[in-house]
């Protein structure tokens, strides 16, 4: 819909009469703004044509944008005396199977049914089947908004712009246009009351999607979102060309952060749930989880254009493995809320269906495809820049000329969340001493004591050395180095590795693995218990190859990549071979850590002076020590996951 010129606001005064269908005098019986706004809305939609037939005794279903809209709608059927009774689409409408008789009965006298709702699964089921037409009242766009404007005043008003009544419904509209006021200050007064109810509350400090760091494509996807909600607030696009998606990534991430913020940035109504509180209210019994359902995404409809927020949803299981006790209990579940999505996008109201999960690979391949969730959107923990971002962003002004970036390389792989956590440590050591916060209190939360001796805590970081040393002579990219204690592990290095291999490949894994050995020998400590995870692993992956991948003598596949520690262990001519390479692999693996005994030495020391080093910082190291760095960059395959040793 495009704006109205003068001309066409001139000739929408002049007949404004004419939107009354039964002929009611609008000079003598002015409409208030509310029933004018209706009435607009009304027209727009091409209610007049359904007058004839609830006269003729047929089943008109109604939908509009929220359940505001009810009596207003209800009251121009029922000024038109078409005889028909009205359905109302509420979530508490009582038995429906009564209901159901009764719209037998009417249709059967010959009377017209009208079902009037935000969602038509809440009206009786038979009035839905038996439609015989439908009709879509559109949310009020700022052209209907000047008409609006324009007829209580009967003079011209000025261009009414999308974010002037972002937001706003039916009633927040026309309470904003007053009679006894004029054009110009009920305009103002929409675009206060649009300001207002995007202003964040008093506790609400919700970022705008501007504000973020980080996120990648989720968040490039999300501001392309808020400009097609304009679009279509505009009129210039359908709503039902607004996408919905999935977030998907590690725990700590801001998945639900980013739901907020787009809801926040595109000045709609934000409605949060997630599938856990389904269960945890009420009794937990199916009809109560199943009323749940219902009741999200009414209120969703109901506050149209919004976004819904279905969090955590893998806490529904895929029903493809499910078991087969649960199954019926949990299709029940799953196959409603399939049909509630259904039900909202078919409805074209602007909801924007949001979710997020930790697992993406759990879902129900029926949630997952286009036309429910059409987009999948890895939110990844943030990189160096975008730690540092958030890290400011958390301490709101304190701190204001410091460099946060040498902060973050110190926590690679950390969260929002863990940055959220780091901050508020930070600042509980800073009160404890009764002083303002200071860089100390950061890089105490950042790097807790560690109660290991200094000789345990070398060895650690000679060991994770030599793995990160070799791993970047032979071109993998190493993501972060660590010698911080992570469960029975004294520290990690985590490399990407190609997502498919050849038989050279895994042993440049393998010579990775035995590197950590390599240079705690070199450095003169005797082989000890700490290589014993690296030593399983290489045995499993030299054993993988022979015996799952077809990469060794033969092709038979004797056992799963998983299995194959179990299998070298029962067959003891497969380990002797496998035995022979470790060993032949053993020997390279010490040759290279000789040949990269300076760079081991070099990250050692940066391992001991900050217990973790990151992968750009790792890079520099290579690049002041000897040259190293120029045979750095010939990677091998793509990487495509991470591996930690």
């Known amino acids: 819909m495009s704006a109205h010129t003068t001309a066409e606001d001139d000739a929408f005064i002049t007949g404004i009469d004419s939107l009354s269908d039964s002929g009611r005098d609008v000079a003598t019986t002015p409409l208030i703004p509310l029933d004018l706004l209706a009435l607009i809305a009304w027209h727009e939609a091409g209610g007049p044509r359904l007058i004839s037939r609830m006269k ?18 209800k009251a121009i059927v029922d000024r038109e005396k078409t005889g028909a009774i009205v359905f109302e689409g509420k979530r508490k409408n009582g038995d429906k199977k009564s209901s159901d008789a009764f719209v037998v009965e009417l249709l059967q006298d010959g009377r017209g049914v009208v079902g009037i709702t935000v969602d038509a699964g809440l009206l009786p089921s038979l009035l839905r089947t038996s439609a015989d037409a439908e009709l879509v009242i559109p949310a009020l766009g700022p052209t209907l908004v000047r008409r609006a404007i324009a007829g209580t005043f009967g003079k011209r008003c000025s261009v009414v712009k999308p974010g002037d009544i972002a937001g706003l419904d039916l009633i927040e509209i026309a309470a904003a246009i007053r009679p006894s006021s004029s054009p110009q200050a009920s305009l103002r007064r929409l675009r206060q009351a649009s300001a207002r109810k995007a202003a964040p509350g008093p506790v609400d400090d919700t970022p705008l999607l501007s504000e973020l760091s980080g996120y990648g494509e989720a968040k490039a996807w999300c501001l392309d979102l808020c400009a097609a909600l304009d679009e279509a607030r505009a009129g210039t696009i359908s709503y039902g060309e607004i996408e919905s998606g999935i977030f998907f990534g590690p725990p700590g991430t801001g998945k639900t952060l980013l739901a907020r913020s787009l809801a926040r940035s595109a000045r709609v109504p934000l409605i949060a749930t997630s599938v856990p509180d389904w269960f945890m209210r009420k009794t937990g019994h199916l009809g109560d989880v199943l009323q749940q359902i219902d009741e999200v995404f009414a209120q969703a409809l109901a ?5 819904l927020f279905l969090d955590e949803i893998d806490a529904l299981p895929d029903r493809a493995v499910a078991d087969a006790r649960s199954r019926e209990w949990w299709s029940s579940v799953v196959t409603t809320l399939l049909t509630r999505i259904d039900a909202c996008r078919a409805a074209r109201r602007g909801v924007v269906l949001l979710a997020a999960t930790n697992h993406l690979s759990h879902l129900d391949a ?18 160096t820049a975008g730690l540092a971002a958030i890290l400011r962003a958390h301490l709101k002004g304190d701190l204001a000329e410091l460099d946060l970036l040498p902060l973050a390389r110190l926590m690679p792989g950390a969260t929002g969340a863990d940055v959220t956590a780091i901050v508020k440590a930070a600042r509980r050591l800073a009160r404890g001493e009764g002083r303002p916060l200071d860089l100390s209190d950061l890089e105490r939360a950042i790097l807790p004591a560690d109660g290991r001796s200094e000789a345990e805590r070398r060895h650690v970081a000679v060991h994770e050395a030599g793995h990160a040393a070799v791993a970047l002579a032979l071109g993998f990219e190493v993501a972060r180095v660590s010698i911080r204690g992570h469960g029975t592990a004294g520290g990690i290095t985590e490399l990407a590795i190609p997502s498919v291999s050849t038989l050279a490949d895994i042993e440049r894994r393998v010579l990775v693995l035995l590197a950590g050995r390599a240079a705690n020998m070199a450095a003169g400590a005797a082989p000890d218990t700490g290589a014993a995870s690296d030593i399983s692993e290489a045995t499993r ?34 380990a002797n071979t496998v035995d022979v390479r470790l060993k032949s692999l053993m020997r390279q693996a010490h040759q290279l850590v000789a040949n990269q005994r300076t760079l081991i030495e070099a990250i050692t020391g940066a391992l001991m002076r900050q217990q973790v080093v990151d992968g750009d910082e790792l890079v520099a190291i290579a690049c002041r020590n000897d040259g190293e760095a120029d045979e750095l960059g010939s990677s ?9 040793v």
């Open 303 to 307: 506050q149209a254009p919004s976004v």
């Open 636 to 644: 091998a395959s793509p990487p495509a996951t991470t591996s930690r």
């Open 366 to 383: 029926a949630l997952t495809r286009p036309g429910r969730f059409d987009r999948k959107l890895h939110v990844p923990p943030p990189d």
């Open 541 to 574: 992956l030299l054993t993988a190859a022979q015996v799952s991948f077809g990469l060794g003598d033969g092709l038979v596949a004797r056992a799963s990549p998983d299995g194959a520690l179990a299998l070298v262990g029962r067959d003891l001519a497969l």
């Open 56 to 73: 003729r005794g047929q089943a008109v279903l109604i939908k509009t944008p929220s359940e505001i809209w009810y009596e207003p709608i």
